[in-house]
T-cell receptor, first 112, second 113 residues
C-alpha cells in the first residue's frame, strides 16, 4: 500500500530553535508539495518540486523557511529560527506530474 | 487569483438524513476540481476528481457533481463513520501553476447515530 510518510509526527520546540521536517513521497511520484494547515487559514501551499527542482516557493516566508529535495525519496522543510506563529500542521503531498495529490499524515509543530 | 468557498462551515445530520455540501469556485480555466476527506489528526484523503461541467462521480454514499461555478458533494443516507471534514480544491489549467491546488476551508460534517 503506497503512501507518503512524514517524520516526526509531533514536534514541540522553543522559539528560536531549528526545526526539520522530512517527507518520503510515494515511489515513482515526481512532484512533491509542502502545505501548512491552521484553523484560521486552512491549507496553504508553501512550496513544490518537480523532479527534485523547486518550481514555486512563493508561499514560504523566505527569511526563515527553506525546502529541499536531496534525492527523489526525501524532501525536507526547515524552519530556522522558529517562532510561535509557525505552530501548525505541516503536510507533504506527492503526485505523478500534475495528477492527484496524495497526502502524508502530517507533522504537528508547536513552538513555545 | 483562484478562490474556493465551501458552505456550510459545519453541518450536523442524523444518521440516514441526506444532504449536500457546496463548493463555489473562481479559477482562470479549470483543469480539475478535487474532493478530499480529512479525519481528525490525519492528512486529507482523496475522494474524487471532476474535470468538466456535468460530470458526476460516486463512491458508496457520496456523489460529487460539477457545474461551471460550483460543485456539490451529495451524501445519501449518511452513517456516523461519514463524519469528517470535507475539503474541496481547484487546479487551474494555466501555465506553470497547473500543479497547484487551491483549497477551501472545508465543511465539518457530523453524523449522529
Amino acid at each position: 500500500d503506497a503512501r507518503v510518510t512524514q517524520t516526526p509526527r509531533h514536534k514541540v520546540t522553543e522559539m528560536g530553535q531549528e526545526v526539520t521536517m522530512r517527507c518520503q513521497p510515494i515511489l515513482g511520484h515526481n512532484t512533491v508539495f509542502w502545505y501548512r494547515q491552521t484553523m484560521m487559514q486552512g491549507l496553504e501551499l508553501l512550496a513544490y518540486f518537480r523532479n527534485r527542482a523547486p518550481l514555486d516557493d512563493s508561499g514560504m516566508p523566505k527569511d526563515r523557511f527553506s525546502a529541499e529535495m536531496p534525492d527523489a525519496t526525501l524532501a525536507t522543510l526547515k524552519i530556522q529560527p522558529s517562532e510561535p506563529r509557525d505552530s501548525a500542521v505541516y503536510f507533504c503531498a506527492s503526485a505523478l506530474w500534475s495528477e492527484t495529490q496524495y497526502f502524508g499524515p502530517g507533522t504537528r509543530l508547536l513552538v513555545l | 487569483e483562484d478562490q474556493v468557498t465551501q458552505s456550510p462551515e459545519a453541518l450536523r445530520l442524523q444518521e440516514g438524513e441526506s444532504s449536500s455540501l457546496n463548493c463555489s469556485y473562481t479559477v482562470s480555466g479549470l483543469r480539475g476540481l478535487f474532493w478530499y476527506r480529512q479525519d481528525p489528526g490525519k492528512g486529507p484523503e482523496f475522494l474524487f476528481t471532476l474535470y468538466s461541467a456535468g460530470e458526476e462521480k460516486e463512491k458508496e454514499r457520496l456523489k460529487a457533481t460539477l457545474t461551471k461555478k460550483e460543485s456539490f458533494l451529495h451524501i445519501t443516507a449518511p452513517k456516523p463513520e461519514d463524519s469528517a471534514t470535507y475539503l474541496c480544491a481547484v487546479q487551474a489549467r494555466s501555465g506553470g501553476s497547473n500543479y497547484k491546488l487551491t483549497f477551501g476551508k472545508g465543511t465539518l460534517l457530523t453524523v449522529n447515530p
